[in-house]
């Protein structure tokens, strides 16, 4: 008997679901809008983590002495300037894009600069330049690194920033070796970095000591 009651009332419900205007029928409320602050967006890029990279890279590559591998991070259209001492000067050496990768096969003596203290002249190769004046230690495990601050501190002026406007600047420090010098022996080799395209490119290495 119950039966016989439901069946029909189910089919009377679905009758007049049929024949109601839609308007008059039940909608599904709307979705509420996204949250922009959920929707993950581009993370801006530190241009000193790219250059700091970078600079890794330049330090393994002067400590292996891989040409190829330097040179793919050098200033395309400035070329690389070699510093012997802090102060940066027009007339250090800089060498084109396209010479860089021969360097440690070529046996011409350049005039580097003047020592510091005699006045004499740094005229080397660049395989002896290198050795006194780029890597005379492992920077590449430098116990302290800095970005855009110096470090060492001697009797010549840093005039990096000054002179690189814009640049940055990674340096590796050495405070000292032998206790007995009191920090006298340091030593810092500066890399400097400028914007070219939109990429960082390696312009100056700075090799820096304590001066008279």
């Known amino acids: 008997m119950k039966k016989t009651i439901v069946i029909p009332l189910l089919i009377a419900i679905l009758i007049i679901s049929c024949i109601l205007p839609t308007e008059l029928l039940p909608t599904p409320s709307a979705l509420p809008p996204i949250s922009?602050?959920?929707?993950p967006t581009d993370t801006p890029?530190?241009?000193?983590?790219?250059?700091?990279?970078?600079?890794?890279?330049?330090?393994?590559?002067?400590?292996?002495q891989d040409m190829l591998a330097l040179v793919g991070n050098v200033h395309p259209d400035a070329g690389l300037r070699f510093s012997p001492y802090a102060y940066v000067q027009e007339t250090d050496?800089?060498?084109?894009?396209?010479?860089?990768?021969?360097?440690?096969?070529?046996?011409?003596?350049?005039h580097w600069g003047l020592y510091d203290g005699s006045g004499f002249d740094i005229n080397l190769t660049y395989s002896d330049y290198y050795k006194e004046f780029i890597y005379d230690v492992?920077?590449?495990?430098?116990p302290q690194i800095s970005i855009n601050q110096r470090v060492g501190l001697g009797n010549t002026m840093d005039n990096s920033l000054t002179f690189y406007p814009g640049a940055i600047i990674v340096e590796y420090h050495f405070p000292g070796?032998?206790?007995s010098y009191q920090g006298?022996?340091?030593?810092?080799?500066?890399?400097?970095?400028?914007?070219?395209?939109g990429e960082w490119y390696l312009i100056g290495i700075i090799h820096d000591e304590w001066t008279i």
């Not at 922009?36 to 929707?39: G, N």
């Not at 492992?138 to 430098?142: I, K, N, P, W």
């Not at 006298?184 to 395209?197: A, C, I, N, T």
């Open 138 to 142: 492992d920077f590449a495990s430098a």
């Open 36 to 39: 922009t602050s959920l929707v």
């Open 184 to 197: 006298m022996d340091w030593r810092s080799l500066r890399l400097v970095f400028k914007e070219y395209l």
């Open 177 to 179: 070796f032998d206790p």
């Open 45 to 64: 890029i530190d241009p000193q983590q790219v250059v700091l990279a970078r600079a890794g890279e330049v330090v393994l590559a002067l400590k292996n």
């Open 93 to 110: 050496l800089v060498f084109p894009f396209g010479q860089i990768a021969r360097l440690p096969g070529d046996t011409t003596i350049y």
